[in-house]
């Protein structure tokens, strides 16, 4: 009975040190990069703003759409940033919905 006891209790102090071990910084920084590495970033070259309001129509817009993490819209330049996960979404489908709202969006290289 006594070895019993000695043999579960290095079975458990195992597993919680395996615990212990797997929320680490090192294994937290690691799901960070995973984490980065799901994510684009696309710019978009955006049609028809004509006042300082219509780039709060397009981040709505952008951000509506699942996967969409982050939008940056620039009124000044007509353009947005976009940080989304390529697993869930696509650069086109963010695109069309600022499209569906009056300001036709395409990917651009900015």
């Given at each position: 009975m006594n070895k019993l006891l000695i043999a579960l209790s290095v079975v458990v102090a195992l597993g919680v040190a395996g615990a212990i071990a797997m929320n680490t910084p090192q294994n937290a920084h690691a799901d960070t990069l995973v984490a980065e590495a799901a994510e684009q970033t696309q710019s978009f070259a955006i049609e028809n703003m004509t006042c300082a309001t219509c780039p709060i129509t397009v981040r709505k817009a952008m951000e509506r759409v699942d996967g969409v993490q982050s939008v940056k819209?620039?009124?000044?330049?007509?353009?947005?940033?976009?940080v989304f996960d390529p697993a869930i979404t696509t650069a086109k489908a963010i695109g069309d919905a600022s499209t569906g709202v009056g300001y036709p969006a395409k990917p651009s290289s900015k």
């Amino acid at each position: 009975m006594n070895k019993l006891l000695i043999a579960l209790s290095v079975v458990v102090a195992l597993g919680v040190a395996g615990a212990i071990a797997m929320n680490t910084p090192q294994n937290a920084h690691a799901d960070t990069l995973v984490a980065e590495a799901a994510e684009q970033t696309q710019s978009f070259a955006i049609e028809n703003m004509t006042c300082a309001t219509c780039p709060i129509t397009v981040r709505k817009a952008m951000e509506r759409v699942d996967g969409v993490q982050s939008v940056k819209v620039d009124y000044d330049t007509k353009t947005a940033v976009v940080v989304f996960d390529p697993a869930i979404t696509t650069a086109k489908a963010i695109g069309d919905a600022s499209t569906g709202v009056g300001y036709p969006a395409k990917p651009s290289s900015k």
